[in-house]
């Protein structure tokens, strides 16, 4: 099976065993290339699913958990994402683990451990927000550093097939005017954190390609991240409130 | 002595932070967070060093006592070992 997307404004020519990935990506599915476009051709074998298998049993282990043996065209699509990623530094995309959501055009990323809470924050931001919050990606968005004339950085978030259980996503960019790494706390507290101490979260919290350059490409882009968005520490309980003071804590 | 992975060390604001790169990162997912003196030490450790090769190669850099370099180098070989790295 065979498709073009686009995908954080990259094309995207995936080649699929299963069609699974060819689904889930059908949002950004593009009918045609543009003329003289050369996608990025992302393919996969039975061998690199056997292997996502291994890398996901290792994770669970790691983890303190007990291995699933998931099927093989969910396997794939955790392949064609690895690629992709793996090719995107170079063209300076990275990938982040994180909920995002956008406020009157402005886009907000809680990361945290699996299971603190980042996508039960972020519905709270959808019933203080309604139809003002977009929801941009629940669980692995893509960011990209673009440098402007001006010589400063401007970081912009993208939606992406990946989005999680809920699959809440939309295909759209914005800039990212925030990261919360959220912890979860009796009461809501938010302050500001500087980029080095936000740094080790943010790393842990990023896919790093395993080649070289690819590594060194993805850090590099996730320190001007750092460098160019307001970071916070959220600590915060599951009531409506803790959306209020972590909103207005970040403007 | 030689840090057990290949380590990746970014600045931010006057920190150093190190990463496990490529398939190292499965076998260390943390991070060794250092002072720029601490990275000047470290950097070295990339390759089999001894620790008096160690002192002497930091003399070179730094203009402190050689008793000055050789408690800092013992202090960053601590950290790293309790890391788990070294």
């Known amino acids: ?251 | 002595m030689k840090l057990k992975y290949q380590i990746y060390f970014k600045e931010l604001a006057g920190k150093w932070t190190g990463v496990a790169m490529g398939p190292d990162a499965r076998k260390y997912n943390n991070v060794i967070i250092l002072n720029e003196s601490g990275y000047d030490i470290a950097k070295h450790l990339q390759e089999e060093i001894s620790r008096e090769e160690l002192i002497d190669r930091v003399a070179q850099e730094y203009e402190d006592s050689r008793e000055v370099i050789a408690a800092q180098v013992d202090a960053v070989i601590a950290k790293l070992q309790d890391e788990g790295i070294l």
């Open chain 1, 1 to 251: 099976m065979k498709g073009y997307y686009k995908i954080a404004d990259e094309l995207f020519e995936i080649h699929s065993i299963y069609d699974e990935v060819q689904t889930m990506c059908h949002d950004y599915a593009c009918a045609e290339l543009p003329e003289g476009v050369s996608p990025i051709v992302v393919a996969t074998t039975l061998e690199e699913i056997r292997e996502e298998q291994k890398l996901s049993d290792e994770e669970m282990i790691y983890e303190g958990l007990e291995p699933i043996a998931f099927p093989d065209s969910y396997l794939e699509t955790l392949v064609v994402y690895r690629k992709m990623c793996s090719v995107l530094p170079h063209r300076g995309v990275i990938l982040m683990h994180g909920s995002v959501i956008a406020v009157d055009g402005e886009a907000y990323m809680f990361t945290a451990c699996s299971g603190t809470g980042k996508s039960t924050h972020v519905r709270l931001w959808r019933q203080l927000f309604g139809e003002r919050a977009v929801m941009v990606n629940d669980d692995k968005p893509l960011v990209r550093v673009r440098a402007t004339e001006d010589g400063h950085k401007e970081i912009i978030i993208y939606g992406t097939p990946w989005d999680g259980k809920h699959h809440l996503s939309t295909n759209m960019s914005a800039p990212l005017k925030a990261i919360c790494i959220l912890e979860r706390g009796a009461e809501n507290e938010i302050h500001r954190v500087g980029a080095a101490e936000a740094f080790p979260m943010l790393i842990q919290q990023s896919f790093r390609p395993d080649d070289r350059e690819g590594f060194i490409r993805a850090i590099d882009l996730l320190g001007d991240v750092a460098e160019n968005v307001g970071l916070y520490d959220l600590h915060c309980n599951m009531n409506p409130e803790a959306a209020r003071v972590s909103y207005e804590g970040m403007q």
